[in-house]
C-alpha cells in the first residue's frame, strides 16, 4: 500500500522544512511507502522554492518521497483536487492524507490515521469534537463559536450526522472511496471543499472512523479563511441538503441509491 501525504501551501516558507522532516521521521513508523505531495498556489514568499531546495537536499541523502505540484491559487479546494488527481494517477497512491502545513495538524498522528485504515476504514477523521479531543485554549470567542457552530451547520442542515468534526482538514481517505466520487463535480474552490468531499464520501457509504486529535494554532504565518469561505461554507452546505429536493433529507435513501446505482455500472461493464 502506497500512502501519499498532501500538503496544500500558500506563503508557508517559515513552516514547510520541520513540516517535511517530521513527516519523514513519522514515516518511520509507517509499514507503507509513504511520501509527500506538496501543493504550492505559486506563493510569493518563495514556499516552491524552498521545497524544490528540499527534494534537492534529500534526494543526495538517497529520499526521493517529496513531490511538488505548483499552481495558480485558486483556492484550498481546487489545490486539493490537482493533488488528489496527480497523487493518483501520477503517484501510484492508495490513501491519501490531507493536512494543514501550519502545524495545527501534528505529523505525530499521521501514523494512527493509517492504522485505522489498516483496520478497514475507508476514511479516517482527526477529529476536534470526539471525546479526548481538543481545540486551542487561547481561541477568542469568536473563534470557537465559527468553529463549533460551523461544524453543526455541516452536521445538521447537510445531514451527515453521524460524524462530529464534518469540517476538518485531517483525514485519510482510500483510493477506492476517491475514485467513486467525480472530483470536477465537487465545484467549490475554498475551505468548504472538506465537507462537499465529506458528504459524498457518506453518500456512497464509506466507513468513517474518528480518532481524536490536540488541534493547535498556527505559529507562524497567517490564516487564509475569510468571509468569503465562510459565506461560500454556508450556501454549499444548503445545496447539499437540498441537491435531491426534498428527498436530500433521506441520507440513507441517496446511500442506497449509489449503492444502486454503482452496481449497475459494474453489471453494465460485464
Not at 189 to 212: C, D, H, T, W
Amino acid at each position: 500500500m502506497k500512502i501519499v501525504v498532501i500538503v496544500p501551501t500558500y506563503r508557508e516558507k517559515e513552516n514547510i522544512e520541520p513540516l517535511i522532516s517530521q513527516l519523514l521521521d513519522q514515516f518511520e513508523r509507517i509499514p507503507h511507502e509513504s511520501g509527500i505531495l506538496v501543493v504550492d498556489d505559486n506563493s510569493p514568499d518563495g514556499t516552491g522554492e524552498e521545497v524544490k531546495k528540499i527534494i534537492q537536499e534529500k534526494r543526495k541523502l538517497g529520499k526521493n518521497n517529496i513531490q511538488i505540484l505548483s499552481g495558480k491559487k485558486r483556492g484550498l479546494g481546487a489545490a486539493y483536487q490537482r493533488g488528489i488527481k496527480y497523487a493518483l494517477k501520477e503517484l501510484g497512491a492508495d490513501v491519501i492524507v490531507s493536512m494543514d502545513a501550519d502545524f495545527s495538524h501534528k505529523p505525530k498522528d499521521v501514523p494512527r490515521l493509517i492504522e485505522e485504515i489498516d483496520k478497514g476504514a475507508d476514511m479516517v477523521i482527526g477529529s476536534r469534537y470526539v471525546r479526548g479531543g481538543k481545540i486551542p485554549e487561547n481561541w477568542n470567542l469568536f473563534r470557537v463559536a465559527n468553529s463549533r457552530w460551523g461544524n453543526r451547520f455541516a452536521r445538521y442542515i447537510v445531514g451527515i450526522d453521524n460524524v462530529k468534526d464534518c469540517t476538518a482538514g485531517f483525514r485519510a481517505i482510500s483510493r477506492e472511496v476517491l475514485e467513486a466520487i467525480n472530483l470536477d463535480s465537487l465545484k467549490v474552490r475554498g475551505y468548504s471543499f472538506q465537507m462537499n468531499l465529506l458528504y459524498r464520501a457518506y453518500v456512497e457509504g464509506a466507513r468513517i472512523k474518528e480518532v481524536p486529535i490536540n488541534f493547535k494554532e498556527r505559529v507562524w504565518g497567517h490564516t487564509k479563511i475569510g468571509p468569503r469561505d465562510v459565506l461560500e461554507f454556508m450556501w454549499n452546505s444548503v445545496k447539499l441538503r437540498f441537491e435531491k429536493g426534498w428527498e436530500g433529507f433521506d441520507k440513507k435513501a441517496l446511500r442506497e441509491q449509489a449503492k444502486k446505482e454503482l452496481m449497475d455500472e459494474e453489471a453494465a461493464s460485464i
